[in-house]
């Protein structure tokens, strides 16, 4: 499962999650199509739902890296 996958199943949207972990739309959308290593800086509030897995957040960044290549 890719970042933008991941993100979505666990908060229902991307506009969601940017809103918990406070950065903007644009923001979250460069994460999840350019740079998806930026979302790790926001890993202790991801953190606050209790759903997120941090093996499984690193896989999904992992996994949207290499679709890139």
């Not at 970042?3 to 644009?26: D, F, N, P």
């Not at 979250?28 to 606050?48: A, D, F, I, Q, W």
Request: proline letters at 3%.
């Amino acid at each position: 499962m890719n970042l933008k996958m991941y993100l979505q199943h666990h908060y229902g949207s991307l506009t969601a999650c940017a809103e918990a972990i406070e950065v903007s739309r644009g923001t979250l959308h460069n994460y999840v199509t350019k740079h998806p290593e930026g979302v790790l800086r926001h890993t202790s509030r991801l953190m606050k739902n209790e759903n997120i897995e941090p093996q499984e957040l690193v896989q999904a960044v992992e996994t949207t890296k290499n679709q890139a290549l």
